[in-house]
């Protein structure tokens, strides 16, 4: 004889692991803290303070 499955619980386990897998996504998109956030936004702008110093002819004098 085969195996019996019960739909019933395949589905709710279907259903755990695919929310689970969904919340794992989202934790690596969105789950930097308000402090990482501040601290990659900081160095961005000095990084482009940096390039903008560099440029040969600056937008203000075009």
Do not use: C, P, W
């Not at 996504?25 to 160095?43: C, H, I, M, T, Y």
């Amino acid at each position: 004889m085969a195996d019996l499955i019960n739909l019933r619980r395949y589905r709710k386990k279907k259903a755990r692991e695919t929310a689970e897998q969904t919340a794992a996504e989202r934790r690596l998109a969105f789950g930097v803290s308000k402090a990482q956030k501040n601290v990659d936004d900081a160095a961005k702008r000095k990084s482009d303070a940096a390039l903008d110093g560099h440029r040969r002819i600056r937008e203000d004098e075009t």
